[in-house]
Every structure is written in C-alpha cells, then in structure tokens.
C-alpha cells in the first residue's frame, strides 16, 4: 500500500511548475476552504439569538442564550479528539485526502442544523440533535484550517510562508463577512415571525453549494511538494500522536498559548461583538450584520500585507505587535461602542479588529513552522486544536455569563487583554523562523 502511495506522489509532478505558482494555487484552495468553515461557525454564531428561544425555550433570554452558546462551545470540545485523528491521517497518508474529508464533513453537519426539528416539535430530541451536529461540526473543523495551513506552508517557496500563508485566514474573515451578509439579508428581508418560523434555517442550509464548489478545487489539488519530497526519502510515522508527544511538546505548548490568545481575538473581536452589540446595547440585528459583513472584508485585504511584512520582519516582531495593539485597544472601543450610535459604534469595532488581521495572518505561517514535516498536521492539530478549545470554545460563553453576573459590559474586553498578554509573553520563547526551510 506505501509503494503505491508514494508511486501517487511521484517527484517530477513537484518540478514541473514554479514554486510560485503552486504556492499560489494552494494559498486560493486553502483560502477557499476555510472560508467555508468560518461561514458555518459564523452561521451559528449570528444565529445564535434566533435557536436559543426554538432549541432551548426559556423565560429568561440570558438562559437560553447561555444554553445556544454552551452548543456553540461544545464543538469545540471534540477538537482535540478529532485533531489527534485526522493529524494522523494526514501525517499517515497526506494532507490532500484529510482536506477533503473535513470540508465535505463540515458540509454535512452544517446543512444539517438547518433541516433539525424544534424542541416544539420533538421535545428535548432536538437539543439533543443540535448537539450531535455541533459535535460533528467540531470533528471536521478541527482538520480544516489546520490542514490548510500546512498545506499553504509546505507548498510555498522559501521567504514567502508568510504571504501565501495569509491566505488561509483571508478565508477565516470571508467566512465570516459571507456569514454575515447571508443572516443580514435574511433577516432583512423576513419578519421577526417568519425567521422564527424557518427563515433561520436559510443560513444553514445554504452551505450546501458552498461546499460542493470548495469540494470541487480541492479534488483537483496535488500532494504538497514538501511532503511529497518526504516521502521520497522515508516512510510516514506509524506513530504521529506519540512521536510529537516525545519530541515535540515544547513546541506544542507555545502554540497552544499562542493559538488560544489568537482564538480569543476572533471569537471576541467578531462573534461574541455582535452578541455584545444587539443583544446587550441594543443594537439593530440587521445594521449590525452589515457592519460584522464590512469589517470582515476590510479585515482580509489587510492579511496578504501583514503575512508579506513577516516574511521580511520576522514572525515575532509582527505577532507582538498584533498582540500589544490588542492589549491597548479592545476597552477603550468598548466603551466607544456603548454610547448608543451606530456609526460610533462601526469605528469602534473597526479600530478594535484592527489587531485582528496582524494575529490571524502571520499565526498560521507560524505555527507550521514550529514542527517537522513528518509531524506537522499532527503537531499542529493538538496545538491549535487545544489553543481553539481554550480562547474559542469557551470564550463566548464565559464572557455572556460573566456579564449576566458581574453586570460589567467590559468583560470580554479584559479576557481578551489578558489572553493577549499571555501570548505576547510566550513568543519571547519562540523561534524566529521567517526565513528558514522546513525542518
């Protein structure tokens, strides 16, 4: 079965094309895909306010919201689980095939929460239900953007990891800007009655074509040059989990902090910001999807110069600088955004994403450049898996519930800085990688 693999994989297919061009092909695949992704989490996210009171009937809004978000974070649960498996995979067998898996997968799963019955229709089978297909969500995802990152690094040439690697989270703020725009024409164009009713379901269901477009790119995608070169000279490791736990696990950690500080400022910077804006300053839904929907296009035009900018700078430089404007912004903008104007409120999120592009863009380079090829989706599924599960998972939650107790508006604020400052202070252990090859 190995001759056969590596006879898949044969060297000439990784000198016919110009390292240009196939970084530039992998970079679009990537961006592609995990934009998906993000558009399906987004989904649940900006939905989240319409499936509390359908899947989780309360008198107290804050309790079903807390319940909706506690299913958001549940996901993320299942991603080192899941992370260790399909890391395995695509240490095992290649990162092309657990690509494809992970975003038809995502497909599915997602398209299924759109057809799911109601707890009026089915009683508790239907959190029960919703639950099933987070968790399913959550096993997908936890290969996607880790696999496109790999991918991107070991299909772009040497001092340019950064830029094309960029392109993996473009994706993340597309994703989030077409998750946007879908629920702000939605509820735009129905009744509060009719978006309750089935007009939520539309989100959801709409992932349906995405994924077989994304599908589709992905089919024709080659093994990665890096590790097809590989394989060439040896056999994968029979024993990926164990090998990085042995030989990898400082890497391991810093990635972790790193990555959990990063997801902090996704999750907190876009998704819980516009429960912060409607559901807590009373904001319209519909304006604030508009916003979300700008802000991440605006976002992903800034990535390609930031991840271009480490390559000359350096990792950490750029990351810290990401990092420190974090710390500095998010709580003044908060207090900017509760002064009751929409379009005070729109500079506000803007100024306090800005941070968000530098972390997301130059993060994922990073990360793959921390683990050897014959570990690297391996390494870096339990790294960002686990960072994801600790600054995404719970986040969200925390912060809603941290706010019905405390009644302090500036609690995701303060999460945020201080996730900020533990990654600030984990990348003056890390490496600088910028401009060496791939262990």
Request: with cysteine.
């Amino acid at each position: 079965m190995q001759n056969v693999h590596i006879a898949d994989l044969a060297i000439p297919d990784i000198v016919t094309e110009t390292p240009e061009r196939v970084g530039k092909r992998a970079a679009v695949a990537a961006a592609t895909g995990t934009a998906i992704e993000y558009y399906e989490f987004g989904v649940y996210g900006f939905m989240a306010a319409f499936l509390g009171p359908l899947f989780f009937p309360s008198s107290d809004p804050t309790a079903a919201l807390l319940s909706t978000l506690a299913v958001f974070g549940s996901a993320f649960l299942v991603r080192p689980v899941g992370g260790i498996l399909l890391g395995r995979l695509g240490d095992r067998f290649g990162r092309r095939v657990v690509l494809l898996t992970t975003i038809i997968g995502m497909g599915v799963a997602t398209v299924a929460i759109g057809l799911l019955p109601t707890t009026a229709q089915v009683g508790l089978l239907a959190p029960a239900l919703l639950v099933l297909a987070r968790l399913a969500q959550g096993f997908f995802a936890c290969g996607e953007v880790v696999g496109s990152a790999a991918f991107v690094a070991e299909s772009a040439p040497r001092g340019r990891r950064g830029f094309f690697g960029a392109f993996t989270p473009v994706g993340v703020a597309l994703g989030g800007a077409l998750a946007a725009t879908v629920c702000g024409i939605t509820t735009y164009c129905l009744t509060p009655a009719q978006m309750a009713e089935w007009g939520w379901r539309v989100p959801f269901l709409l992932a349906l074509p995405l994924v077989v477009f994304s599908g589709l790119m992905r089919h024709n995608l080659e093994e990665t040059p890096a590790f097809r070169r590989f394989l060439a000279k040896g056999q994968p490791p029979k024993a990926p989990v164990r090998d990085v736990l042995a030989t990898q696990l400082g890497s391991v950690l810093k990635v972790v902090l790193i990555a959990g500080g990063q997801n902090v400022g996704y999750w907190v910077g876009l998704v819980f910001m516009n429960l912060y804006l409607t559901a807590h300053l009373g904001y319209p839904k519909t304006q604030v999807y508009w916003i979300m929907a700008a802000i991440g296009v605006i976002v992903a035009t800034m990535m390609p110069f930031w991840g271009g900018l480490s390559d000359r700078w350096g990792r950490r430089k750029v990351l810290g600088i990401g990092f420190t404007a974090y710390i500095i912004l998010v709580v003044p903008m908060m207090l900017l955004m509760a002064q009751n104007n929409i379009w005070l409120a729109a500079l506000a999120l803007l100024i306090s994403v800005l941070p968000m592009p530098i972390v997301q863009s130059v993060g994922y380079p990073t990360y793959s450049e921390q683990f050897p090829t014959p570990l690297r989706y391996t390494g870096m599924a339990i790294a960002i898996n686990l960072g994801a599960m600790i600054g995404g998972g719970l986040t969200p939650y925390l912060s809603t519930w941290l706010l019905a107790t405390t009644g302090n508006l500036l609690v995701p604020g303060f999460l945020l800085a201080g996730a900020a400052a533990i990654a600030l202070a984990t990348l003056s252990c890390l490496p600088e990688t910028a401009q060496d090859d791939l262990a």
